[in-house]
């Protein structure tokens, strides 16, 4: 075997031993062993070695129910890298049909340069008439309406002030020598509907002495495209950003989990570039960065929340503890542990759009386990999370926000006067 098998190498030490069927949301969904990653990996081993067709359709149907959650990859005793597997079958597929025309121009609408920040603009002008939020349901257009209506601001803006600003009297500073410098990561869709999510981790983590600088020239990861098989493009991102960010040692901060996987990926997205392998050991989820730190702790909320780890925090990064620590620095957020959730949410980027169904079978699980835990809040560090658990929530008549961890470590900071 050579060198030039890439990702398939990975899926060779697979012993079919089934221990990640249990973990793997698709499987539970619909029983089908090919829905399964054992029943996928016999699949891509087999399309590598010319045993199936491209255009095989049973292929293609499993291979595109995947959600791509790697939650098959930790309960794996024999360390099978499903992830890489998956991408290089992936490629393999994309560069037969690429993916469907609605995922393409979701995919251009969101990200290219030129027209996701007039779509975002528009998007956010929907967003702010209430509307998408009242619209919430099932179907495609109403959990589309659900999804606009999650990406906003918290709601409750009562959360954190009942205490009144009671431990500190006046605004918490650092003095600015003492700051140590860190880089934003800004995104696509986070710049685009989330850049609350930005203001709170700029905030948060000054207070935790680390000054978030800016860097221009910066672009869109590539998750969504190097999920969807198209590698070269993705690479093409992956490069504007190791040039952007190039000059400088300071971390890179991310609070997209979809984002921070890839870019900790660049290495093995572009081989043999040093550069793209020492921009990767940069990039820190800002959870990470805050658990190094304390994070301080700030004050009660009087809110009751649930922590959503999104697999690609949890199992594409392997970072666990550190949003739990930066929940515990809110005195009376400890957090609930839903049973299934480390369990995907059914997002997984494009996903929705392309296996709507699959996606809300998935989802139905962990909404229900929601209902029954009844939160306050649902804290959870990526945008397509907090999209999907928010249309979900709203469409079952849930009353439980989704926010970003660090917008709760936000609140709380604000609730303890560190800053107005
Ligand atoms: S991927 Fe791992 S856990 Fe799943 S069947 Fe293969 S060896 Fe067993
Ligand atoms: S990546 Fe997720 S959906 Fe795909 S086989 Fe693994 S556990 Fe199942």
């Known amino acids: 075997m050579t060198a030039d098998r890439g990702g398939f190498a990975g899926l060779d030490s697979c012993v079919h031993c089934g221990f990640c069927l249990q973990a793997c949301p698709t499987y539970l969904a619909t029983g089908d062993e090919a829905d399964s990653p054992r029943g996928r990996i016999a699949l891509m081993r087999a399309l590598e070695r010319g045993e199936i067709a491209a255009a095989d359709a049973a292929l293609t149907t499993h291979l595109d129910r995947c959600l791509g959650c790697r939650g098959c990859e930790p309960v794996c005793p024999s360390g099978v890298a499903y992830g890489r597997g998956l991408e290089a079958a992936r490629e393999r597929l994309a560069a037969r049909d690429g993916p469907p025309p609605l995922a393409r121009f979701a995919l251009h609408a969101m990200t290219s340069r030129e027209l996701s920040p007039v779509v975002y603009a528009l998007a956010r002008a929907v967003r702010a008439t209430g509307l998408p939020r009242r619209l919430a349901g099932w179907g495609r257009l109403r959990f589309a309406m659900g999804m606009l209506g999650a990406s906003g601001p918290m709601r409750n803006a009562e959360w954190g002030m009942r205490n009144g600003r009671s431990l500190h ?158 929940l515990a620095a809110i005195p009376d957020a400890a957090p609930i542990e839903t049973p299934g959730a480390a369990r995907c949410c059914g997002s997984a980027g494009l996903y929705g759009l392309i296996q709507p169904e699959m996606s809300r079978a998935v989802l139905a699980p962990k909404l229900e386990e929601l209902r029954a835990a009844a939160p306050d809040v649902v804290a959870t560090g990526n945008p397509g999370c907090q999209l999907q658990l928010g249309a979900g929530l709203a469409a079952a008549g849930i009353a439980t926000e989704v926010c970003h961890p660090v917008e709760l470590l936000d609140r709380s900071y604000r609730a303890a006067g560190y800053y107005a």
């Open 169 to 326: 009297d006046s605004a918490f500073a650092i003095p600015h020598s003492a700051l140590s410098p860190a880089l934003l990561f800004r995104g696509c869709v986070m710049e685009g509907l989330f850049s609350h999510v930005h203001d709170a981790t700029v905030r948060t983590l000054a207070t935790n002495g680390v000054a978030t600088g800016e860097v221009a020239g910066q672009g869109c990861c590539g998750a969504l495209h190097a999920h969807a098989g198209l590698v070269a493009e993705a690479r093409a991102l992956a490069r504007v950003n190791v040039a952007a960010f190039a000059g400088s040692d300071a971390p890179v901060v991310v609070n997209s989990a979809g984002c921070g996987a890839i870019l900790k990926d660049y290495g093995h997205l572009l081989p043999g570039d040093p550069a793209a392998a020492a921009f990767a050991a940069r990039v820190r989820d800002a959870t990470e960065l805050l658990a190094e730190r304390g994070p301080v702790p700030g004050a009660p909320l009087g809110v009751r929340v649930a922590y959503d780890p999104p697999c690609h925090l949890l199992h594409a990064q392997g970072v666990a503890e550190p949003p739990w620590r930066v």
